[in-house]
């Protein structure tokens, strides 16, 4: 755990890292997970109970917060899953603007030549199911241009 994650009430850096999967794509460039509130914890006479559900605070701009206001029980469901436990029990959301994160673009690779294809095509001649041939061709050509590159 990082001290700033620590600070933030996050127990890892997990779910910032992995936000945009979580919540998807409406809202993981539009809005910003900022902190988790933890209740006060009485003393637990009980050890098994988990604890209460904590406040999730995000950073959003205005027409973001309305959409997302009305989407947030699927949002901490979604949120929940990724913990595995019911960790988050309401979203408090303040309007700040946020950084909108552009998808990086990725160079279009090159068309494998002739020789390559055979040569990929010679390899998966022994898989026999037609879907997962085509999969790893699709993968295989992408690999073969991107490293054929580096290779020289």
């Known amino acids: 755990m990082t001290p700033a ?15 945009a999967d979580i919540v998807g794509e409406r809202y993981g460039t539009r809005v910003q997970p900022d902190r988790l509130i933890w209740p006060r914890q009485p003393e637990l006479s009980d050890p098994e109970r988990p604890p209460q559900p904590a406040t999730l605070v995000v950073h959003t701009d205005g027409p973001t917060a309305l959409m997302l206001s009305h989407d947030s029980p699927q949002v901490i469901e979604r949120i929940n899953t990724f913990y595995g436990w019911a960790a988050i029990g309401r979203i408090k959301i303040q309007q700040k603007p946020v950084a909108v994160k552009r998808a990086s673009t990725r160079k279009a690779l090159r068309p494998l030549t002739r020789s390559e294809e055979q040569q990929l095509d010679a390899k998966l001649e022994t898989v026999e199911n037609d879907r997962l041939r085509e999969a790893l061709k699709k993968l295989g050509a992408q690999v073969i241009a991107r490293n054929a590159g580096t290779a020289a």
């Open 5 to 19: 994650c620590k600070k933030r009430g996050f127990a890892s850096i997990d779910i910032i890292a992995s936000w």
